[in-house]
């Protein structure tokens, strides 16, 4: 089926078309730009980007996939989780092209979405399809979920996420720490360049065993990040510089040991020796290095989509419809809305 998918939970406006399980085009606006100065997502400010972005954002991808809006067999949409705001404005648009087209309309979850970027096949990359069940590690500025996936349509259990902060949002925040602009991640990878990380012995969120035994596979990183406060507050009280290489260093390694720990858990407690990665934070390379190094040992394969499928799009929202439509499923009603909580188990919205 040839599909376009609509992304607006968070600060990128994603267009994509699909055919299947191929990637025609993706088209992807940010609004990255307008919060950076105030270190985060500014939620308004968002939604009022991807107003203004959806109808370029729209020729452009039918534009680069060659087909018009009536070749199109239907129309995917995130409806959750995200932003409110910025979901409604996705989601309003969605609706908007399905009743005027004739055409149906899916709507999906965002975080499934991201586990289907890894089945699309484009001009640079063949993609072989999922092999049943695989661990799921999707760490975003929003997300750091956990995920035993059985079947990307019908079947997909949360295992763990954060109880605080997201791991890219702990980038962002300890960036602003060391005075480094936003997005943290990219900054802090490249202030880690040089840096030893074995420097400063930073906290492992939830890893004691007593934390253990109720959250093997959540994560915090909230006392990750007050502890390089404190530890740069303590060194500018003794007058001394701050190593910037180091605590990049070290903290990039604390979040990456974490990640590739509990998700190498959960392939081994569920005997599943397959791992996919996800989100925005994949772009670290440290963590790639890492996972990739330790699933080896643990005889456990890896799989990365692109990096320009990793970040927030709308070709993974088609993707994911596509799959729904092959598997046989009928249309959402009409009556959904943009809900800022769904939960990862509810891979469509109501289904007809
Ligand atoms: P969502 O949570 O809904 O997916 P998002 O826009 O916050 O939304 P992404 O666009 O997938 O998520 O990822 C952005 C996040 O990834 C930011 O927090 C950013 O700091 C982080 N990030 C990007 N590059 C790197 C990197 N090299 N290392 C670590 N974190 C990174
Ligand atoms: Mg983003
Ligand atoms: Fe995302």
Same mark, same amino acid.
């Given at each position: 089926?040839? =599909? ?20 025609? %085009? ?62 409604? =404005? ?42 049943? #069940?695989?661990?799921? &590690? ?47 991640? #990219? ?62 260093? %070290? ?57 320009? &499928? ?29 809900? %800022?909580?769904? #939960?990862?188990?509810?891979?469509? =919205?109501?289904?007809?």
């Amino acid at each position: 089926p040839l =599909v376009l998918g609509i992304e607006t939970s968070c600060d990128e406006t994603g267009i994509g078309i699909v055919r299947g399980r191929r990637l025609l %085009s993706n088209t992807i606006a940010s609004s990255m730009d307008e919060h950076a100065r105030y270190g985060g997502v500014v939620p308004e400010v968002a939604a009022r980007a991807h107003l203004e972005a959806l109808q370029p954002a729209i020729e452009q991808a039918l534009a680069e996939a060659q087909v018009g809006l009536d070749d199109l067999d239907a129309i995917a949409v995130t409806s959750g989780p995200g932003l409110a705001g910025a979901l409604m =404005v996705g989601v309003g648009a969605a609706k908007g092209l399905a009743v005027s087209l004739d055409k149906p309309l899916y709507a999906v979850n965002h975080l499934v979405g991201h586990i289907a970027a890894d089945i699309l096949t484009s001009a640079d990359h063949e993609s072989e399809p999922l092999e049943y #069940p695989t661990i799921a &590690l999707l760490v975003s500025g929003g997300h750091t979920s956990l995920l035993h996936v059985r079947d990307l349509t019908t079947d997909v259990e949360l295992l763990g996420e954060t109880v605080d902060d997201a791991a890219g949002e702990a980038f962002d925040k300890v960036a602003r720490l060391l005075g480094l602009p936003y997005p943290g991640g #990219p900054q802090i990878d490249r202030a880690a360049v040089g840096g030893d990380p074995r420097a400063i012995r930073f906290p492992r969120g939830l890893s004691k065993a007593s934390d253990l035994a109720r959250h093997r596979y959540d994560f915090s990183f909230s006392g990750l990040k007050t502890a390089v406060a404190r530890w740069i507050e303590r060194a500018e009280a003794a007058g001394q510089d701050i190593p910037t290489a180091d605590v990049a260093a %070290s903290f990039r390694e604390a979040v990456v040991d974490v990640l590739v720990t509990k998700a190498l858990a959960a392939c081994e407690d569920r005997g599943v020796p397959r791992l996919l990665l996800g989100g925005g934070v994949i772009a670290n390379r440290r963590l790639r290095e890492v996972a990739l190094e330790r699933a080896e040992a643990a005889g456990v394969t890896v799989r990365i989509p692109p990096l320009t &499928l990793c970040t927030d799009n709308g070709a993974m929202i088609a993707g994911l419809a596509a799959e729904l439509i092959t598997g046989g499923r009928d249309a959402s009603t009409l009556g959904f809305g943009a809900d %800022s909580t769904l #939960p990862v188990t509810q891979i469509q =919205v109501s289904p007809a």
